[in-house]
């Protein structure tokens, strides 16, 4: 698996995790190979994943988890966020 990930930090202290994972090898993006239907089912695939994990609750304690589809910027990402 190959993995994507970014760090978000807030005053030193850490505030969220972004990642993706595909099986194959990031590929340089442009929008002329773009697929809102391809993007649409990163994002099932991510739900499916993080529902055999943690089921469906995603709220915990120390913050929350979840697949997201951001239609701006036409990716899927998993985003963990702390309280």
Do not use: P
Request: aromatic share 20%; charged share 30%.
């Amino acid at each position: 698996m190959f993995f994507n990930i970014d760090v978000c930090f807030h005053n030193e202290k850490l505030f969220s995790i972004d990642f993706n994972f595909s099986d194959k090898e990031s590929k340089i993006r442009s929008w002329d190979s773009w697929n809102e239907n391809e993007e649409l089912k990163q994002k099932d695939l991510y739900e499916n994943w993080l529902t055999k994990l943690f089921g469906k609750k995603r709220d915990f304690e120390w913050g929350k988890i979840g697949a997201y589809y951001d239609q701006i910027g036409g990716a899927t990402s998993i985003n963990i966020r702390y309280h």
